[in-house]
């Protein structure tokens, strides 16, 4: 099937927003509006409604009303922003009841949801095998905002679910009891994204690992779901690009 050529809104022109345009561009489609600021919400916002897409990677206090504002224009989002799940529930009933379009990702990397697939087997199978400790750490470029990660959040509620046990994540900086997952976040100077899973026994260890090299996983992700999404209403998140 021939690939549609879109007339894409990037919301927030951060590494991520500036990576989709690059890839976007190189793919033919248009970059119709990108709006970055209040201001430009203000006088670039009723051209959305041209679009056939929206793609959001802005804050995590901006996401929640850039995606309502999405929704007014009736233009299906793409949102991989993190650290602001807690509303997620309100915005997934909103976009039922107005028939509208939200794809939600923590990682738009192909790689990374084989990986959280992965992590969910692992937890599944040491789920009860109480000589072995869970533990994450994620590493990340000093600009990303959130810490710990969607994707180490992800991760670890994976993990919770499957583990009989534990109850909640924690910094594992902090003192924590048995029943609490360690997550530890670096915050490095240039580094795309790592992420560990580690079980630790005092006889061995297992570990799986993800390394991101660079942007363009998370763009190609991003824009794949742009692409799926299009005559689709409803939420959607990798799973159901991936069919995983």
Aim: charged share 25%; net charge negative; hydrophobic share 40%.
């Amino acid at each position: 099937m021939m690939e549609k050529k879109l007339q894409i809104a990037l919301i927030g022109y951060g590494k991520m927003g500036k990576a989709i345009e690059k890839l976007a561009l190189a793919r033919n489609h248009m970059v119709s509006v990108i709006i970055d600021n209040e201001m430009q919400w203000e006088t670039e916002g009723d051209r959305l409604a041209d679009c056939d897409v929206a793609i959001e990677f802005s804050t995590p206090s901006a996401a929640p009303e850039n995606i309502r504002k999405c929704f007014g224009y009736h233009v299906p989002v793409i949102t991989g922003t993190t650290g602001w799940l807690n509303e997620l529930p309100a915005l997934e009933s909103l976009c039922q009841k107005e028939k509208q379009t939200l794809f939600h990702a923590s990682n738009f990397s192909i790689g990374v949801n084989f990986f959280f697939e992965l992590n969910r087997c692992l937890a599944g199978m040491l789920s009860e095998m109480d000589g072995y400790r869970p533990r994450i750490t994620e590493t990340h470029h000093t600009q990303k905002l959130d810490a710990p990660s969607g994707t180490a959040i992800t991760l670890a509620g994976d993990i919770i679910r499957a583990r009989k046990g534990l109850v909640k994540w924690g910094n594992a900086d902090d003192h924590l009891p048995d029943n609490v997952l360690p997550v530890k976040a670096y915050r490095i100077e240039s580094i795309t994204g790592t992420h560990i899973v580690s079980y630790e026994s005092v006889i061995d260890s297992i570990e799986i690992k993800h390394t991101a090299h660079d942007r363009s996983g998370f763009a190609e992700g991003a824009l794949l779901a742009a692409q799926w999404v299009q005559g689709k209403q409803g939420v959607f998140t990798m799973k159901d690009l991936l069919k995983i």
